[in-house]
Protein backbone atom coordinates (compact mmCIF):
# COMPACT_ATOMS: atom_id res chain seq x y z
CA UNK A 1 0.00 0.00 0.00
CA UNK A 2 2.83 2.58 1.02
CA UNK A 3 4.44 1.76 -2.37
CA UNK A 4 1.19 2.56 -4.27
CA UNK A 5 0.60 5.61 -1.86
CA UNK A 6 3.79 7.37 -3.20
CA UNK A 7 2.42 6.61 -6.49
CA UNK A 8 -0.25 9.11 -5.70
CA UNK A 9 -2.94 6.17 -5.86
CA UNK A 10 -6.13 7.19 -3.48
CA UNK A 11 -6.31 4.00 -0.99
CA UNK A 12 -9.04 3.74 1.29
CA UNK A 13 -8.42 1.69 4.67
CA UNK A 14 -10.98 0.42 7.08
CA UNK A 15 -9.69 -0.46 10.22
CA UNK A 16 -10.08 -0.56 13.92
CA UNK A 17 -6.06 -1.29 14.43
CA UNK A 18 -5.23 2.65 15.76
CA UNK A 19 -1.51 1.53 15.51
CA UNK A 20 -2.13 0.32 12.01
CA UNK A 21 -4.01 3.46 10.92
CA UNK A 22 -1.89 6.30 12.91
CA UNK A 23 1.22 4.90 11.16
CA UNK A 24 -0.24 4.78 7.27
CA UNK A 25 -2.75 7.29 7.04
CA UNK A 26 -2.39 11.19 5.38
CA UNK A 27 -5.74 11.54 6.43
CA UNK A 28 -8.68 9.75 8.86
CA UNK A 29 -12.12 10.30 8.74
CA UNK A 30 -13.74 8.92 11.84
CA UNK A 31 -16.85 7.46 12.22
CA UNK A 32 -19.10 7.45 15.37
CA UNK A 33 -22.58 5.92 14.94
CA UNK A 34 -23.02 5.78 11.40
CA UNK A 35 -22.19 9.60 11.04
CA UNK A 36 -18.32 11.19 10.12
CA UNK A 37 -17.46 12.89 13.76
CA UNK A 38 -14.32 14.28 11.97
CA UNK A 39 -11.88 14.54 9.45
CA UNK A 40 -8.03 14.59 10.98
CA UNK A 41 -5.01 15.55 8.66
CA UNK A 42 -1.60 13.77 9.01
CA UNK A 43 0.02 16.41 11.80
CA UNK A 44 -3.31 15.92 13.85
CA UNK A 45 -3.48 12.07 13.61
CA UNK A 46 -2.98 10.27 16.84
CA UNK A 47 -4.73 7.36 19.01
CA UNK A 48 -6.17 9.96 21.39
CA UNK A 49 -7.33 12.41 18.59
CA UNK A 50 -8.98 9.30 16.73
CA UNK A 51 -10.42 7.91 20.31
CA UNK A 52 -12.02 11.57 21.04
CA UNK A 53 -14.02 11.31 17.64
CA UNK A 54 -14.91 7.92 17.81
CA UNK A 55 -16.31 8.08 21.67
CA UNK A 56 -17.28 11.81 21.35
CA UNK A 57 -15.50 11.97 24.77
CA UNK A 58 -13.32 15.28 25.47
CA UNK A 59 -12.31 15.14 28.99
CA UNK A 60 -9.69 12.84 29.46
CA UNK A 61 -9.90 13.27 33.07
CA UNK A 62 -13.42 11.41 33.60
CA UNK A 63 -13.43 8.22 35.91
CA UNK A 64 -14.52 4.97 35.19
CA UNK A 65 -18.21 5.14 35.50
CA UNK A 66 -18.82 8.77 34.65
CA UNK A 67 -19.59 8.14 30.61
Known amino acids: MNDMARQGVA???????LPEVVG???RVYVMREGVI???LQAGDISQ???????TGVTDS???????
Not at 11 to 17: A, D, G, K, T, Y
Not at 48 to 54: F, Q
Open 11 to 17: ILMISSE
Open 24 to 26: MSD
Open 37 to 39: AGE
Open 48 to 54: ESIMTLA
Open 61 to 67: HLKAGQL
